[in-house]
């Protein structure tokens, strides 16, 4: 049973002839005929009794009618739901973020502007660590998430956000302090204040070591940079952390002053990204609300990329896939 029979069945039953409501179908008359004899063949009884002059419904046939306007107006509801959705009148977006992500852009400014663009769409925001939300957008639980880059998987596909290098934060009587071209073997042997092992950044670090065989001792564990460079001002340990944290904690004057020294050729590499799930955005119809919001955030690189550019600093490439 197709829609297109029962809106001909209806027409038919409140038309009672066959030739206006082929009119009104805009189909011609045979053709009207013929699509409500298969819905009686489908269906195995007769929803007419027909004369020359007109017909009318049996009683299979009234039954049917009731039901044919039920159905179709939930057909046409269906249909502006889904027009409504496309038109992004309503909707979802889900999003995921992890901590420290505003020292690199304005999550609230761009949640701001898609609002005000789009205030029907119901907007999920989940803060939590790199590794639950990688897993959460590979399963395809959460639309996309903003997270460091520490691995490549072909679940994901990425757009890049800021890049930047990792550098050694120390105390600031450390024998490293304007060192430039320290390696990791140098400081292999080091006590570190690490991120929680769940953390973007310490999978990275982890495997730079690990990809040179070094092992290396952690002295202390947090979630949180600040606490995280508080403790190396203190002298619990070095760190490697984004020179963005990093040159914005050495500039806080009232508290205990850390020193940055840089690691040799190639660097570390930290790459902030946007990420979304490769098969749900190889067909962003299926919610175009993600459409809505990358096309925000492109905007949002732009702007960005004219400011790094301006102030002489390096931006990451345009496409990137994890």
Known sequence: MELKQLE????????????RAARRMNIVQSGLSASIRALESELGACLFLRTTRRVELTVAGRVLYEKALLLLASAREAKLAIAA???LERGSLSIGTCSSLNAFFDLSLLLGEFHA???????ELLHSNAAALMEKVKKGDIDVVFLPLYEKNRDITTMPIAADRLVIAHPMDDPLHGRENVTLQEIAERAFVDFQLDKGTRRIVD????ALGLVRKTALEVGDVQVLLDLVARGFGIALVPHTFAKAR???????NIGIAHLSEPVLRWDLVAAFNRKASAAQSRNPAVAAFTDILSKVRVERRQFLVANQEPFPAASSDA
């Open 8 to 19: 001909h069945f209806v027409a038919a039953a409140e038309e009672q002839h066959f030739t």
């Open 85 to 87: 959705i496309s038109g």
């Open 117 to 123: 663009q789009h205030p029907g769409v119901e907007i």
């Open 207 to 210: 495997r730079a070591f690990s």
């Open 250 to 256: 050495a500039a806080i004057q009232s508290l205990p």
